[in-house]
T-cell receptor
Framework: AQSVAQPEDQVNVAEGNPLTVKCTYSVSGNPYLFWYVQYPNRGLQFLLKYITGDNLVKGSYGFEAEFNKSQTSFHLKKPSALVSDSALYFCAVRDQAGTALIFGKGTTLSVSS | GAVVSQHPSWVICKSGTSVKIECRSLDFQATTMFWYRQFPKQSLMLMATSNEGSKATYEQGVEKDKFLINHASLTLSTLTVTSAHPEDSSFYIC????????????FGPGTRLTVL
């Protein structure tokens, strides 16, 4: 069965510092991995995805994520955090055969000024 | 990126009434749409997968007679919560799968349902 783990409920970082939001996954076969961001009372906005190719994926708003097959991880990163990055972040996975996304529980990112 | 809209964004209804939520893909065709439910400070739970022109596939534990899904066209799926009760109050989010090379799911802004 597919699963996604986001081990941190909350990540706190100061503005200007680098941030990392962790995600590990379990899926049979090659994974399709996604990151989404959600602001209060809003739907999810797509940030980036990994399907194949380079392990380092660049996405919207300066975010990037690194696919690590041996560690089954897909951590979200940004070199310099902004206060406006504060939101709820979801990691999601689906396998090649499936269509629905399986979501992690979410990680709240709080960036202080 | 692709745009998905939902209507209404917020609805308050009395217990026992039915509520219809629309999900539209505005600039792409979506043969597959998904309906999720999200409780406060929790993750998204997949309710059902909606395929254009066929019956929806419901996840285990989701009552198909209570949550009626219709995907009548390539750009529209509807979720009807029948005989709503307070425990149905939640944030309902749809997504549409874009098959145009990117194969990414794009999400609507969500509908907050409050049943009194």
């Amino acid at each position: 069965a597919q699963s996604v783990a986001q081990p941190e409920d909350q990540v706190n970082v100061a503005e200007g510092n680098p941030l990392t939001v962790k995600c590990t996954y379990s899926v049979s076969g090659n994974p399709y991995l996604f990151w989404y961001v959600q602001y209060p009372n809003r739907g999810l906005q797509f940030l980036l995805k990994y399907i194949t190719g380079d392990n380092l994926v660049k996405g919207s708003y300066g975010f990037e994520a690194e696919f690590n097959k041996s560690q089954t991880s897909f951590h979200l990163k940004k070199p310099s955090a902004l206060v406006s990055d504060s939101a709820l972040y979801f990691c999601a996975v689906r396998d090649q055969a499936g269509t629905a996304l399986i979501f992690g529980k979410g990680t709240t990112l709080s960036v202080s000024s | 990126g692709a745009v998905v809209s939902q209507h209404p964004s917020w609805v308050i209804c009395k217990s026992g009434t039915s509520v219809k939520i629309e999900c539209r893909s505005l600039d792409f065709q979506a043969t597959t749409m998904f309906w999720y439910r999200q409780f406060p400070k929790q993750s998204l739970m997949l309710m059902a997968t909606s395929n254009e022109g066929s019956k929806a596939t419901y996840e285990q534990g989701v009552e198909k007679d209570k949550f009626l899904i219709n995907h009548a066209s390539l750009t529209l799926s509807t979720l009807t919560v029948t005989s709503a009760h307070p425990e149905d109050s939640s944030f309902y989010i749809c997504s549409a799968r874009d098959h145009r090379g990117t194969d990414t799911q794009y999400f609507g802004p969500g509908t907050r349902l409050t049943v009194l």
